[in-house]
């Protein structure tokens, strides 16, 4: 912003004795007597030569500068902000030689009273106020000097001018943010100025829609469940079919031929308006795509129909892509479970009685547990149901129950390591190379298995007895799997056959198992029980305990 312009006057060179600063004061005298009150600015005569230079001095917002003597150096000038100096028309940046010649002008740049942003999506606009009032400015003084840096400060007994909402209103152009400005909160900011950004119009936001979803729907028979735990004989009931302990009340179960689900197709938003007045589309809401397995269809008009009497389960996570399918059941008794106490399954696992720890149970689908357990694991990528107390045991489900299994937490750990064994391999190999030696890539990963990567031998065994003991089938790939990790357990034996495609295969099939242990994470995962007690439950859901303390 402008301010105001001096005028600079260029003092003669007549016939001025040695002592030349004498001569400027003295002069300056007779003008008005001001220099009594000049503040020290610039640099002083260096000697003899000094004494020829050239002269500025600034007094009373005008600048005088003096020619230098014969021999003598031009004066140099400067400025800082906010006033802006300009020779010749070109601003001054840094000290400059001036003479006579010189058309030398100055103004004054300061910041704005106030300032008005629009937020980056342009859904509200907000006031700043820098100061209310408006001052003139003046030169500060400075004596004669070879050197002048130019400064200026306001004058606060000359008052220009009070911002008043009068002129911020003329300034706004916007027909949009006038028809909804907020003048009370403007009018509060002049009186009681905070500084601050203060909003004073607003847009108006989109409202999003809905995504299209899958509606689980609950009959009946699917609320009461199976009524083994109605009545004091409960535990001593046996259903006449193993698909009767899936009827867990409350767990999804579908009959052949009854609708168990609803797609619900996606729902659009209401668009918004901009600090413009421009309109807002709504952000799509996103479909999902639906696979139904062979026990399971779906209806043109949305609703999904059971093939199939079972446990319904969809899977998918959070993206948009939903798989139905019923999961095969395993009946677990005490003597099936192996020496070391671990179950392992593919599927839906149903305990029939108690269970008496240290036993770890891992399911691909949900648990069924009918009785008490105690010093027990119990992991599934669906919910578990447990009809009585759970003792000092952890029960994990949905997202927690894909995080604690075995099999994807060793995938994902093998990966990781073999990919920075991948990396080490190509590096070394490179090394080799760059000496003129040939390589043997297989040897290379040997060396490195046998040394840095040593750890990796029971990595690759934990997994092959994860793998072993899984029980159902399971994944696409993992025979393909196993072989890598027969070869990878024994690199000796296949130095000629380990390549950097070989190892970048290992990786990937090992990436595919983990993925496919996250797909199936199922919607709406509980975990219901009776009563709990020294006990750790993580429920990627809903947490259902029955009996209050």
């Not at 992991?379 to 995080?403: C, E, R, W």
């Not at 380990?498 to 709406?524: A, M, N, P, Y």
């Amino acid at each position: 912003m402008i301010i105001r312009k001096s005028e600079v006057t260029t003092m003669p060179q007549q016939d001025i004795e040695p002592s030349r600063y004498e001569f400027v004061e003295s002069l300056m005298l007779e003008r008005k007597g001001l220099l009594d009150s000049f503040s020290v600015e610039g640099r002083a005569s260096d000697g003899t030569t000094g004494d020829k230079n050239g002269i500025i001095l600034v007094q009373d917002n005008q600048i005088f500068i003096t020619p230098p003597l014969p021999g003598g150096a031009p004066a140099r000038i400067s400025a800082v902000h906010p006033v802006v100096l300009k020779i010749n028309w070109k601003t001054v940046t840094e000290p400059t030689e001036v003479t006579r010649a010189d058309y030398i002008t100055w103004e004054i740049c300061e910041k704005p009273q106030y300032e008005i942003t629009v937020s980056p999506d342009k859904l509200k606009v907000h006031f700043t106020l820098y100061r209310a009032e408006k001052y003139a400015w003046n030169l500060v003084n400075c004596p004669a000097a070879f050197e002048a840096v130019v400064r200026a400060q306001p004058n606060p007994a000359m008052l220009l001018s009070t911002l008043t909402i009068e002129q911020i209103i003329a300034s706004l152009d916007n027909r949009f943010i006038l028809r909804n400005l907020n003048i009370p909160a403007l009018y509060a900011e002049l009186t009681n100025p905070t500084y601050l950004p203060v909003c004073i119009a607003e847009g108006r936001a989109p409202l999003p829609g809905k995504e299209a979803r899958l509606e689980f729907l609950l009959p009946e028979h699917t609320l009461e469940g199976n009524r083994m735990l109605q009545g004091q004989g409960a535990r001593g009931q046996k259903p006449a079919e193993p698909l009767e302990y899936l009827r867990f009340p409350g767990a999804p179960f579908a009959f052949a031929g009854e609708v168990f689900a609803r797609k619900l197709p996606p729902e659009e938003g209401i668009p918004g308006l901009d600090t413009d007045g421009r309109v807002l589309p709504p952000p799509p809401p996103q479909d999902i795509y639906f696979a139904a397995g062979n026990h399971a269809k779906l209806l043109p008009c949305g609703n999904i129909v059971a093939r199939h009497t079972g446990r319904p389960r969809i899977c998918g996570g959070s993206g948009s892509v939903r798989i139905c399918d019923f999961p095969p059941v395993s009946l677990l008794a005490r003597e099936m479970t192996d020496p070391a106490g671990d179950v392992m399954f593919a599927g839906d696992i149903i305990v029939p009685g108690d269970l008496e720890g240290p036993v770890r149970i891992e399911a691909l689908g949900n648990v069924y547990v009918y009785g008490d357990i105690r010093q027990s694991t119990i992991i599934a990528t669906g919910s578990i149901y447990v009809s009585g107390q759970v003792t000092g045991s952890g029960l994990y489900a949905g997202h927690a129950g894909v995080m604690q299994h075995r099999l994807h937490s060793l995938a994902c750990l093998l990966r990781t390591e073999t990919d920075g064994l991948l990396e080490a391999a190509r590096q070394l190999a490179k090394n080799v190379e760059s000496r003129q030696q040939s390589v043997n890539y297989g040897l290379v990963v040997m060396l490195l298995l046998e040394d840095k990567y040593s750890h990796l031998g029971s990595l690759i065994r934990d997994l092959q007895a994860a793998l072993s003991r899984m029980n159902g089938a399971f994944g696409s790939g993992t025979d393909q799997l196993w072989q890598m990790l027969e070869v990878f357990a024994h690199p000796g034996q296949f130095t000629g056959y380990i390549t950097d495609s070989v190892l970048s295969r290992f990786s990937r099939l090992l990436l595919k198992l983990g993925e496919e242990i996250e797909l199936l994470q199922e919607e709406h995962a509980v975990i219901n029980l009776a009563r709990s007690q020294d006990s750790r439950l993580e429920s990627g859901g809903k947490l259902l305990v029955r009996d209050s303390c």
